[in-house]
């Protein structure tokens, strides 16, 4: 027992003390190699700085041309989105154009002629029974006074839907 108390009697002296770390050694056994004490390293030269740099220089160059491509990539779907939407308007306004001038050639000049020569009252009438886009289509190619007594003529509803047809074809703008 007093190998025991002595052993104890060592590490609370140790630790009292705050000093050196107690490791217990087996006999016959081997003491444990002690830790090498830490040494700071001199600060780089200049010639050591420049070949550390010039050694990273072209894989910087690389990731730079790396990160530039990428952009560019982006850059040009954005561009190529951006043509596409242009594409679409194009389509979309030749459609509109030929549905126009479809819409105008409805209106035979004969037709025209026939409603032309009608009192308004009887045009008003017959252009309230016939389908709203021819009905527009001939108005519009009447002489706008012509045009202006028979719309007079109309009932309301049926004149305000033909001015909104009339005003839609006459449009020089892009309907979208």
């Not at 209106?107 to 009905?135: F, Q, T």
């Not at 519009?140 to 028979?150: E, Q, T, Y």
């Amino acid at each position: 027992m007093s190998l025991l108390a002595a052993a104890a009697i060592v590490a609370l002296a140790g630790a009292a003390a705050g000093a050196e770390e107690v490791r217990q050694v087996l006999p016959g056994g081997q003491v444990p190699a002690q830790p090498a004490p830490l040494t700071r390293e001199k600060a780089p030269d200049e010639s050591e700085i420049q070949r550390f740099c010039s050694n990273i220089a072209d894989a910087a160059r690389d990731r730079r041309y790396a990160l530039q491509a990428e952009e560019l990539k982006q850059l040009q779907a954005s561009i190529d989105q951006r043509m596409k939407a242009l594409d679409d308007k194009r389509a979309e306004y030749e459609q509109w154009l030929k549905r126009r001038e479809v819409f105008l050639a409805r209106a035979e000049d004969s037709v025209v002629k026939i409603y032309a020569g009608m009192k308004p009252d009887a045009a008003a009438e017959r252009l309230a029974m016939v389908n709203a886009e021819l009905a527009a289509a001939i108005l519009m190619k009447l002489d706008a006074r012509k045009a202006g007594v028979i719309l007079n003529e109309m009932d309301q509803k049926a004149a305000a839907t033909l001015t909104g047809i009339m005003a839609s074809a006459a449009r020089r703008v892009d309907p979208s």
